[in-house]
């Protein structure tokens, strides 16, 4: 996915974009305004103590120094030193005050996108790049926390200390802090309109590197493959492709900051020496002391990082509206399979018996149906294979069962309730499911099956263990149950993870059971044992097993054959061997061992 943003159309605009944009974080920052504020106040009184030193500083030069009176020193050497002891107090105050707060900020904002995440349908996740979705979740995350901890409370104090800098440097005299003045404003304006162009090449940097992330992430996941067919060289070539383009839109970045800090170290250091030359003639005709000369000059020095760093923290206000948008992105994404208002109850007793009556299907956006019409009744306990072309709908109709997705139009029923009228949780209890691709976790075995499930103790685990013959393998591994597998399982053999995959979703004692195919890389040993444990442990529990090879469909009762997302016939394998021309051909096709007939 490439989800660069549009620049706006003109300043104004995006600068009331920015605002809206950040305003959306207040419910978080919210429960954190009050160490928020007092950190505010700790970094205000901390600039403005060392605001205090240039006017103590005035007082020393045209007062003991001038007339030579060095017994009045100590006390206002004194009162400097407590201003700087006091302003690093108080900074130190602000760190403590906001450190927990801003990280619990993010914590929660991690917590809400991750717990987004597990309940947007699974069509959103065919849509995003999960480099994407990483990066969201933390970089983007880091640049909201930095902008609670740092950004806004500086972009505040540092204003007001302006403000306040420009008053004292008018009091002391009018014309040096005219000077000042006079240079500060085309310098806040001209901060303003970098800002402007900044947000949209900051944007554009994080888009890149949730990019950038996706590739890292699949390469690394996918490294086998890679390393078999030799495409490392292809991979790193695209690797390098993209992390050009992120390293020039970095430059971009760098080239906006680095013409602003021009402007930014130009303007002040012409204040400084207008003020010195004004100064200069004012000590010489008398109208300026040295003091105030001093003071001033002191003053501005000082102004020098509030001024200088508006720009700054501007550009790091449009990082964070550019993170903000991206994270609301994901959180704005409709969750489209929830809970209904009033759950409908199964029978005490679940038979199983489910029906597909009608039952029309399109991803969201397409106007291309995948089901048609697809009509079919599996009686309570029996084992139905569903075979059919690549691309015929297979793998949609068995998502259907568990509300993976929902039907477009018509209804999926389990003893005559719709499952939309079901709650999630009591559905995906009575039907367990197994993927064509076995999906493991880096975490114990148990870990695995279980899946954070309390009511599964090891006795269960080790019952699915037994059915999927998978419990002689698992007490082989270096700490039975309790081994952490590795990320993907990628330890383990093919034939090992789908005998996991399976034994997870029989380990519930489920009363309908969806196969996408996980016998696909058992060996013909194996997946005999397998079929006939289920057989025997499974005994009366109803079963759609998609079949993509010939010896699956022997699972079966019945088969039944999807064409062109409908069902075009209904029978037994020997049936439909014997009268049905397409089947046969289909059969023909899959690239596995015929099944005598």
Not at 388 to 395: D, M, R
Not at 436 to 448: D, Y
Not at 467 to 476: G, H, L, N, Q
Not at 517 to 532: G, Q
Request: charged content about 20%; hydrophobic content about 50%.
């Amino acid at each position: 996915m490439t989800d660069q943003a549009e620049p706006p159309s003109n300043t104004a605009e995006r600068r009331t974009s920015t605002a809206a944009t950040v305003a959306r974080l207040w419910p978080y920052f919210r429960p954190a305004r009050a160490p928020m504020l007092l950190s505010m106040a700790s970094a205000l009184l901390a600039m403005l103590c060392g605001l205090g030193i240039p006017l103590i500083t005035q007082r020393i030069v045209d007062g003991p120094i001038a007339a030579r009176d060095l017994g009045a020193l100590p006390p206002l050497v004194g009162l400097v030193l407590l201003l700087g002891i006091a302003e690093a107090a108080f900074f130190y105050t602000r760190r403590r005050l906001i450190a927990r707060p801003a990280s619990e900020v993010e914590a929660r904002m991690r917590a809400d996108m991750y717990h987004h995440l597990q309940r947007l349908p699974v069509s959103f996740h065919d849509r995003w790049q999960s480099g994407q979705l990483l990066s969201r979740a933390t970089t983007d995350l880091n640049t909201v926390r930095r902008f609670g901890a740092f950004v806004v409370t500086f972009l505040v104090v540092n204003t007001v200390v302006v403000l306040v800098g420009l008053v004292v440097l008018f009091w002391l005299s009018p014309a040096l802090g005219a000077i000042v003045l006079g240079c500060t404003l085309p310098l806040i304006a001209l901060s303003y309109l970098f800002e402007s162009k900044f947000k949209v090449v900051a944007r554009k940097a994080q888009d890149q590197a949730g990019d950038l992330t996706t590739v890292v992430e699949e390469s690394v996941l996918g490294i086998r493959v890679l390393k078999a067919f030799g495409r490392g060289p292809h991979l790193t070539k695209r690797f390098r492709q993209q992390a050009r383009e992120l390293r020039d839109t970095e430059l971009a970045k760098v080239r906006v900051f680095a013409l602003l800090w021009a402007v930014l170290i130009v303007l002040p250091e012409l204040a400084i020496a207008g003020q010195l030359a004004f100064g200069a003639v004012g000590i010489a005709d008398g109208t300026v002391t040295v003091g105030t000369l001093v003071a001033a000059v002191t003053v501005s020095a000082f102004l020098r990082w509030p001024i200088d760093s508006i720009g700054w923290l501007l550009a790091e206000t449009n990082q964070t509206a550019s993170a903000t948008e991206r994270f609301f992105e994901v959180l704005d994404a409709p969750v489209t399979i929830t809970d209904p208002e009033r759950p409908a109850a199964l029978p005490e007793r679940v038979r199983g018996h489910v029906r597909f009556e009608g039952v029309h299907f399109a991803h969201p956006g397409s106007d291309r149906e995948v089901l048609r019409g697809v009509d079919l009744d599996i009686r309570p306990g029996e084992t139905i294979a569903l075979v059919g072309a690549t691309g015929s709908g297979k793998t949609t109709v068995t998502a259907l069962v568990p509300r993976l997705a929902d039907v477009t139009a018509g209804r999926v029923t389990i003893d005559g309730v719709d499952v939309r009228d079901l709650g999630l949780a009591e559905l995906r209890a009575v039907v367990g499911t197994a993927f064509e691709e076995p999906i493991l976790f880096s975490a114990s075995v148990t870990e695995n099956i279980a899946l954070g499930n309390h009511d599964v103790g090891e006795a269960r685990v080790r019952e699915a263990l037994r059915v999927a013959r998978a419990e002689e393998f698992v007490d082989a591994l270096p700490w039975g149950l309790a081994t952490r597998i590795g990320e993907q399982g990628l330890s383990l053999s093919g034939g090992q993870r789908q005998r996991l995959a399976l034994a997870r979703a029989v380990v519930g004692h489920p009363a309908v059971l969806v196969l996408d195919d996980p016998l696909s890389a058992l060996d013909v040993h194996t997946e005999a044992e397998v079929e006939a444990a289920l057989h025997r442990v499974l005994k009366g529990v109803t079963a759609l097993v998609v079949a993509h090879r010939p010896s699956t469909v022997q699972l079966a009762d019945r088969v039944a054959m999807l064409v062109d997302g409908r069902i075009a016939a209904v029978g037994s394998h020997r049936e439909l061997l014997a009268d049905n021309e397409e089947y046969r051909h289909l059969l023909s096709t899959m690239e596995d061992e015929e099944v005598p007939a």
